[in-house]
């Protein structure tokens, strides 16, 4: 879709072309991380482009660290923080470290594309749970697919492709399933946070730390939305200070991320996101993107759940083919995604 963007700009030209297909970052990095970008490469600092310790720097993590516990209320050091090359880069490296064949990975759909690709690569299998009519996991359906196979269950929330965030009390409820489930079957379930949008959130509601939840729990995320650094390819992961085998997984994390090809986190930026770990762009201009489209859109008739976060909307389609309704929009200059994709049909990003 975006190579198809490009090409049709050519043809069109920009300004009468619609680019709706790929999640890129609109707004540029907070001007602190830009300062510290340029004082970093004219500084001559000694190392700074040399290898570091395999988890990353450890100033990078432990500001990091500090970060995380001021906003979690818990205790968080730099030995539960690994930097990553993305939370692309960080999840296979968690999924690798957790999987053994045929273990199974549930996700909730609607989720991000990827997801079903980066657990099979694992040699895992992604098991999919239904949301109800406002993308809010069903706790009932979930229950239902978690077995004795199950190893993870990811959630991602602010949610691509909904906007949608998931409350607190869901949280603590797919928490208190997952223990009734481990009983049951003896066996030991990760919960996994993907939140790259964790700071794009458009009320003043207090973001729900899984942590708190489920002691076996691992965030991941990556600096690609709240600073604008998608191309950048940098973020972390963070183990919970509460799950008493964090370092087996710590050392499983960093072995599997090597083999994997990540040998290192950019080491330019992991110093560059030191420094601005309380810095977000400027979320009001999203906010007032998603008023506009959710508006407009409404008024025009399309169902829509209005976005709590992130930087999309998915509307229902007015057609119940949705690959076909994103190809009569492409008619019109205007690029769209199949909810399909997304593991839900009858939608479009």
């Not at 960093?254 to 110093?271: C, D, E, P, W, Y």
């Not at 999309?312 to 492409?330: G, N, R, W």
């Amino acid at each position: 879709m975006f190579e198809e963007g490009i090409e049709l700009k050519k043809i069109h030209g920009e300004k009468n072309v619609f680019d709706f297909s790929l999640g890129n970052p609109l707004l540029e990095p907070p001007k602190k991380f830009t300062d510290n970008l340029v004082k970093l490469t004219t500084s001559n600092i000694k190392g700074l482009h040399r290898y570091m310790p395999n988890p990353g720097f450890p100033s990078s993590r432990t500001e990091i660290a500090k970060h995380l516990s001021k906003e979690s209320g818990l205790s968080i050091s730099m030995d539960e923080i690994i930097m990553t090359t993305g939370a692309a880069g960080g999840l296979n490296g968690i999924l690798k470290s957790l999987l053994n064949p045929d273990d199974e990975v549930i996700v909730f759909a609607p989720f991000f594309v990827e997801y079903l690709f980066y657990i099979s690569n694992h040699k895992g299998k992604g098991i999919i749970a239904d949301t109800n009519e406002k993308f809010i996991p069903i706790i009932s359906d979930l229950e239902k697919k978690i077995t004795n196979k199950t190893k993870a269950i990811i959630i991602n929330s602010p949610n691509n492709p909904t906007g949608v965030m998931y409350p607190e009390s869901t949280i603590s409820r797919i928490g208190t399933l997952i223990k009734k489930m481990e009983k049951k079957y003896n066996s030991e379930i990760y919960l996994i946070s993907d939140e790259p949008y964790r700071k794009l959130i458009y009320s003043n509601e207090k973001y729900p730390f899984i942590f708190k939840h489920h002691s076996r729990s691992v965030i991941v995320t990556s600096h690609s939305k709240d600073l604008g650094l998608a191309g950048e390819r940098i973020g972390y992961i963070s183990l919970s200070p509460l799950d008493k085998d964090r370092t087996i997984l710590f050392d499983a994390i960093i072995f599997s991320l090597r083999t994997l090809g990540h040998v290192n986190a950019t080491a330019l930026m992991q110093k560059a996101v030191e420094s601005v770990q309380n810095e977000v762009v400027d979320i009001k201009i999203y906010k007032e993107k998603r008023d506009f489209l959710y508006d407009n859109l409404t008024k025009l008739g399309y169902e829509c759940v209005k976005p709590d976060g992130a930087f999309y909307l998915f509307p229902k389609t007015p057609i119940a083919d949705d690959t076909k309704f994103v190809s009569i929009l492409q008619q019109y200059n205007i690029l769209t995604v199949p909810g399909k994709g997304f593991g839900k049909g009858g939608y479009f990003r």
